[in-house]
Nanobody
Framework: QVQLVESGGGSARTGGSLRLSCVGS????????MGWYRQVPGSQRRELVASISRDMITEYGQFVKGRFAISRDNAKSAASLQMNNLQPGDTATYYC?????????????WGQGTLVTVST
């Protein structure tokens, strides 16, 4: 099994920066992609923020527009998300995830979530 622990987040002003980190433990050799989804207050839907494969192929949500950068250290089973030029619309709970294979196919393991609040 894989477990994820997130750190970082908090509050920032418009235009500011924050960094999120996520570290995996357990059967980390099984981790394929890692990344973050976010859930804005009052919404049930989670949207992709960024993902990175073991081969360092990255993907970003359309709203990112070059402001965020995801990185990964396979040796440490860790990923980081550098968020720059934050906007109030980025206020959300950010959930780290890891894509792992299972008996019924690929599934996601989730971190505990961290709140990011951006104010004007």
């Amino acid at each position: 099994q894989v477990q994820l622990v997130e750190s970082g987040g908090g509050s920032a002003r418009t235009g500011g920066s924050l960094r999120l980190s996520c570290v995996g433990s357990g059967n980390t050799e099984a981790i394929m992609a890692m990344g973050w989804y976010r859930q804005v207050p009052g919404s049930q839907r989670r949207e992709l923020v960024a993902s990175i494969s073991r081969d360092m192929i990255t993907e970003y949500g359309q709203f990112v527009k070059g402001r965020f950068a995801i990185s990964r250290d396979n040796a440490k089973s860790a990923a980081s998300l550098q968020m720059n030029n934050l906007q109030p619309g980025d206020t959300a709970t950010y959930y780290c995830y890891a894509e792992v294979p299972g008996f019924r196919g690929v599934h996601y393991v989730w971190g505990q979530g961290t709140l990011v609040t951006v104010s004007t």
